[in-house]
């Protein structure tokens, strides 16, 4: 199966809707969602996890690596933005509006969907079910802010730090008041920090900023943004267990 970039979306924004619901994504559970063969569902999460996108375990499932959970908010942003158009403006059926989204999500560019959401007044929510719309990734505070950024095309994969697994690394960036928790753990703006062990059941982070180790809690980590970093850095098998919120 050829790994473009619409595949890849589909298959990361299909593990996002379980991983995001506490659970493993399961290759009978994909395969139903995505309605293709099991076999194509197993090759495809294999060479996803190869690209460091999710981390698989035979039999159990996957979850996504915070390289791939960036990419998937991304995706699923677009998604809910397309949603929100349909159905405030165009005033499509709510029981329509998912699947002419899903037509068109992986067209829409990186600069169109900032437009959108400038034209839409920065919604929180998309109609259908009422979930979370994923925040810009251009760390905009306001539309106009957006804009700017937007124009000189700084937009950054970035994600929570609870979300990156072991091996992973990251570059601390601040959103919104976060600067003040930021400061409560000793991290700055631009520090590098990399994940040493992702513990199980949702547990604490042990990571890693210049020389020194120390462990954070996953509820606190939630609260930490990081652009995620590309690597040639195994990933390991953690993590398996539990919400990975």
Known sequence: ??????????????????????????????????????????????KLADRGYVIYVP???????????????????????LERFFYDYLRMNKDKVH???????HALSDEAAYALCNALDNPQTCPDDGNPIPRCTLNASNCDECAIISERG???PFTELSHLQTGERGIVIPVDDGSILLKELGLFKGDEIE???AEAFNGPLK?????ETTSIEREIAAKVYVEVLDGERSLVETNFYGSHH
Request: aromatic share 6%; proline share 2%; charged share 30%.
């Open 1 to 46: 199966m050829a790994l473009g970039s619409d595949s890849i979306e589909e298959y990361l924004e299909a593990i996002f809707f379980f991983n995001n619901n506490g659970k493993l994504a399961r290759n009978t559970e994909l395969a139903k969602r995505l309605m293709v063969a099991p076999p194509s569902v197993t090759q495809m999460v294999k």
């Open 59 to 81: 039999y159990k499932g996957a979850v996504l690596t915070g390289r791939g959970m960036a990419r998937a908010q991304k995706i699923v942003r677009k998604h809910r933005l």
């Open 99 to 105: 699947d002419e989204a899903c037509m068109m999500e």
């Open 154 to 156: 700084e937009a950054r």
């Open 195 to 197: 994940i040493i062990k």
């Open 207 to 211: 990571v890693k900023v210049g020389n």
